[in-house]
């Protein structure tokens, strides 16, 4: 997309704003389907960190996480916690992960989140 779609940054901006963390959304970006909740970047960048730390050979790499970067403007990322890929007729990971999509990469998107079941 060349030019970001202004709803979508629009709700990227009041979730940065701190004002909810519960925004569940669906973006389809580069052929991929990514369905999750978003979070603010701080929180996101916490988490990610958290992992990291927790990782006997990732270590290293949480500190990169935990330098505080607030721009000037709108949110350029939406930033997802328990997401997933979907694929076929699972999600990956299956627990969710964490995922940052730049919003000028989203080609569609839908307020809500999918989960497949077989039942």
């Given at each position: 997309?060349?030019?970001p779609?202004?709803?979508?940054?629009?709700?990227?901006?009041?979730?940065?704003?701190?004002?909810?963390?519960?925004m569940s959304?669906?973006?389809?970006t580069?052929?991929a389907v990514?369905?999750?909740?978003?979070?603010?970047?701080?929180?996101?960048?916490?988490r990610v960190s958290?992992?990291?730390t927790?990782?006997?050979?990732?270590g290293e790499?949480?500190?990169?996480?935990?330098?505080?970067?607030?721009?000037?403007?709108?949110?350029?990322?939406?930033?997802?916690?328990?997401?997933?890929i979907?694929?076929?007729?699972v999600g990956?990971?299956e627990?969710?992960?964490?995922?940052?999509?730049?919003?000028?990469?989203?080609?569609?998107?839908?307020v809500?989140?999918?989960?497949?079941?077989?039942?």
């Open positions: 997309m060349s030019k779609d202004e709803l979508l940054v629009n709700v990227a901006a009041l979730v940065e704003s701190g004002q909810s963390n519960q959304l669906t973006v389809v580069g052929g990514i369905t999750g909740r978003l979070a603010p970047e701080a929180v996101w960048r916490q958290e992992v990291l927790d990782s006997a050979r990732l790499f949480s500190d990169v996480f935990t330098t505080p970067t607030r721009k000037e403007g709108p949110p350029m990322h939406l930033h997802f916690h328990v997401a997933r979907l694929q076929g007729t990956i990971p627990t969710g992960g964490m995922y940052r999509v730049a919003i000028e990469d989203v080609s569609a998107w839908t809500g989140d999918f989960s497949y079941s077989d039942h």
